[in-house]
């Protein structure tokens, strides 16, 4: 996930909706696991978290 995230980046997206539920579990395990790994990649830009 956080690999396709970059590469819709590199396309010009600046902003991410990303669901699941149940809802509160999955916000932790984005937090968690994949925003992290995005984050590593040096060609992304700055993510924010809108709520």
């Known amino acids: 996930m956080a690999e396709r995230l ?3 980046v590199q396309l010009g997206a600046d902003a991410f ?3 699941g ?3 509160l579990e999955e916000a932790y395990r984005v937090g968690e696991e ?8 040096e ?3 700055v ?3 809108v709520g």
Request: net charge positive; no cysteine; glycine share 0%.
């Open 47 to 49: 993510l924010r978290a």
């Open 21 to 23: 539920t149940p809802h």
């Open 17 to 19: 909706i990303l669901a």
């Open 43 to 45: 060609s992304t830009q």
């Open 6 to 8: 970059d590469e819709l």
């Open 34 to 41: 994949v925003l992290p790994l995005v984050r590593r990649h």
